[in-house]
């Protein structure tokens, strides 16, 4: 449950004349006759827990009343108004915090009651015709005399029906993206657009300065109040407020500070201690040096079927709804990321004063929501946690994030946002409609191009189920990204109805078609007309017979061309034999980078034998672990390198100092045993970075299956040449030495001093 709802759930109490008290764990309620029905009296054992945190910890009936502060002088903001007044400040012509909205209206439209009824409403509500200046170095509120509201009218009436539409998205998104000036008034706008005689767009556009989320809806209880009495030539119905924002935001300074502030402070210090990660999302893009917030908006819905599965999971685990969704948005968050401490920021109306419920003003707060996502927990286990966070949390709302953003002090990087990246707000509590008396009125979405986070996810619960909006940083993402993240938190939230025991790495992400793509379609690997069972060696070997005379390998200013490269490397492989190297037997090999380098591994796969690459440049202590681990008998090397290494087997092969003799072998391959695919290639050592280094055995079914597909997909040819650069204790080094030789190509061997050196390469 969000501390919007629990707010929302105590004010309509409220407006039922029942009153709720705690009493250490007991809830006490009481309420006039006939107002107790079934249904509350189920809501209220639903959110008995709840309910007591939040009457527990929050100063909903024990802080001093908001009172009216005197008009002149020096008017303070609030402390979420001083950081949007800063932000506006490093960048005047920002539009991340603008709050634009649009309705769709159908009927004879009276513009006169429509502009008075605003004009009202700017009247009544000082936050929407007060600006913002300094005095002495810091900002002040100043608010302006009450003037008549002008709305602009574009008329587009004669445009084609299609025309219109994209003439409509197109006034939408420059109206979302024009700066207000915080030093004018008013900070709002409206923007009629005519599409015809009865038909009809109203855009309106609202700093965040002066306005949230709840204040939509006070704002829109008021047009439709004011619009019927003008409409009828009568006075404003309303009743003038009793305090005004101004009067809050004094309040607020005056109040948190002493004891009242330590408390707070001190709970989200602990909360908040330690390393903050920065969640690292798979993107498409590279982060921008400077956060930027470009977006868009991808929406979708949940069945009621599905909703009501959540629903009924969430009450038989005694938590709300809101934690079951965010507890599955921190696991999907998990999955992508594998990052197990999760913060995730979540808006709060913070509207626990009943002075306050009335005012249009700028009152939401955020509250992070951290989460301990460790030891793959099972999914009802992580809901008891989200649980827990989130009571926490509400019970110490009254920290403004800014205040606690300068408390804390976190490194900032202007990359992200700090903190959190990644927002999720759920309503359970729709918007009522607009009535506008002779007009259709419904709210239109539209795409304001901006992202205030990474990420966000909207979620609002309707009749018809959960409506939800993915909000994300087209600097970040692309748009089929998030349209599989909608996918992928879909099959969660149907795993989790289905198997809420589950741990957390059990859950399903992948929907039906990326499973079967991935278990299916990319296992699909066999080929018309491509011999299975041939090794690399023989790939190779063939290559030699039909263009003996193309140049295979470069080194420097030396070359081999196939014929050369198999008549050293059948040398080679004959010598080895004689040693007593044969199929899978593991065959060391410590060279430098040369052409002999490549005629070594051959020979080494052409006897039978497995190499076990032993780079010259590994610390003592490794090559001589590798050497001692893998048991291998035989080593093939370099005169000069045989003397530096700690320990050698009992044969060495010396590839320069021994080549005359083994230069007097057959030439032949008729005597050499055959390659089979379940014998060994080679065998690599891992790095060692989650314990000892680990022997890797790869079979030449695998090599060679891997280099027949690299043939066919990019489609190497005779013609093409590769650089190899990378050492051969990396898997992808038989990417690059093998793929240009079984393809009938050249391979460029890079010297050691090349590798280390860019310009160089």
């Known amino acids: ?87 506006h400040e490093l960048e005047p012509g920002g539009v991340a915090y603008n709050l634009p909205s649009l309705v769709h209206l159908r009927g004879n439209l009276d513009l006169s009651a429509l502009e008075r009824s605003l004009s009202e409403i700017v009247r009544r509500h000082e936050i929407l015709r007060t600006y913002y200046s300094s005095a002495d170095g810091h900002p002040v509120q100043i608010i302006a005399e009450p003037e008549p509201f002008r709305i602009s009218v574009t008329d587009l009436a004669g445009l084609p029906e299609s025309a219109r539409q994209a003439e409509v998205k197109r006034l939408a998104l420059l109206d979302a993206q024009r700066p207000f000036d915080l030093g004018r008034a008013p ?113 979708f819905t949940f069945s009621k079927i599905l909703t009501d599965a959540l629903k009924n999971l969430s009450q038989r685990e005694g938590v709300t709804l809101f934690v079951t969704l965010l507890a599955a948005f921190q696991a999907l968050l998990l999955r992508y990321t594998g990052q197990e401490d999760m913060l995730v920021g979540t808006p709060i109306a913070n509207r626990n004063r009943i002075e306050i419920e009335g005012l249009i003003g700028f009152f939401v707060n955020t509250l992070v929501m951290r989460t301990d996502l460790s030891g793959n927990p099972t999914f009802r286990e992580l809901m008891q946690r989200v649980k827990d966070t989130a009571l926490g949390a509400h019970a110490h709302q009254d920290l403004p994030f800014e205040k606690l953003v300068e408390e804390l002090n976190p490194k900032r990087d202007i990359s992200h946002s700090p903190i959190f990246q990644v927002l999720f707000s759920f309503l359970n509590t729709p918007m009522q409609p607009l009535e506008l008396p002779g007009l259709q009125a419904s709210r239109v979405k539209a795409e304001t191009g901006i992202s205030k986070f990474d990420l966000s996810l909207y979620a609002i619960e309707t009749p018809a189920g959960l409506s939800c909006t993915f909000e994300y940083n087209t600097d970040l993402f692309n748009a089929d990204r998030i349209e599989r993240m909608v996918e992928h938190y879909r099959t969660l939230l149907e795993g989790i109805t289905a198997r809420p025991e589950s741990r957390l790495s059990e859950l399903p992400l992948l929907t039906l078609p990326e499973r079967h793509r991935m278990l299916v379609e990319w296992n699909e690997t066999g080929r018309a007309g ?76 052409k006897a039978g034998g497995a190499y076990v690459p032993l780079d010259p440049a590994f610390p003592e202590a490794r090559l001589a672990y590798m050497i001692a681990d893998s048991g291998m008998g035989v080593l093939v090397t370099q005169q000069q390198l045989e003397e530096k290494l700690p320990t050698r087997p009992e044969v060495v092969v010396r590839l320069d100092a021994d080549w005359d003799e083994i230069a007097r072998q057959d030439t032949n391959n008729a005597s050499l045993p055959a390659v089979r695919p379940e014998n060994l290639a080679y065998v690599l050592y891992t790095s060692g970075s989650t314990g000892q280094p680990k ?12 280099l027949r597909s690299m043939q066919h997909e990019p489609g190497f040819t005779a013609q093409d040449r590769l650089l190899a650069v990378t050492t051969l204790s990396f898997d992808i080094a038989g990417l690059e030495l093998y793929l240009p030789l079984v393809s009938g190509g050249t391979t460029i061997i890079a010297s050691r001093e090349e590798q280390y050196d860019p310009a160089r390469l």
């Open 1 to 87: 449950m969000t501390a919007l709802s629990i707010v929302e759930f105590l004010l309509h109490l409220r407006r039922l004349n029942v009153v709720l008290s705690a009493d250490g764990d007991r809830l006490r309620c009481s309420a006039p006759t006939g107002v107790m029905t079934p249904d509350l009296q189920n809501e209220l054992t639903a959110r008995k827990a709840e309910l007591l945190s939040f009457l527990n910890g929050t100063a909903l009936a024990t802080t001093p009343t908001v009172k009216r502060v005197p008009r002149y002088g020096e008017l303070s903001l609030s402390f979420a108004q001083m950081r949007l007044w800063l932000l």
């Open 187 to 299: 900070l709002m706008r409206a923007t009629l657009l005519k599409l015809a005689a009865d038909e009809q767009v109203l855009l309106l556009n609202v700093h965040h300065i002066a306005f949230d989320g709840w204040s939509f809806g006070i704002f829109e209880r008021e047009l439709s109040v004011l619009y019927k009495a003008f409409l009828q030539e009568k006075a404003s119905p309303l009743s003038e407020l009793p305090i005004q924002y101004a009067d809050f935001a004094a309040w607020q300074r005056e109040w948190l500070q002493g004891d009242v502030l330590e408390r707070q402070q001190d709970y989200w210090k602990k909360r908040l201690s330690g390393n903050l990660p920065v969640l690292e999302l798979p993107t498409d893009h590279a982060r921008p040096p400077v956060q930027t917030y470009n977006g868009k908006t991808v929406s």
């Open 530 to 605: 491509v011999e299975p069972e041939l090794c690399m060696p023989e790939m190779i070997s063939w290559q030699a017979r039909q263009n003996p005379e193309q140049v295979a390998l470069v080194f420097d200013d030396q070359q081999y061309s196939y014929g050369e490269l198999e008549r050293r490397a059948t040398q080679l492989a004959q010598h080895l034999r004689t040693l007593g190297v044969g199929p899978d037997v593991l065959v060391g090999l410590c060279v430098e980078r040369s052409l002999d380098m490549v005629v070594g591994l051959l020979g080494i796969v």
């Open 695 to 706: 022997g890797v055995e790869i079979p030449h079914s695998a090599l060679g299956n891997f």
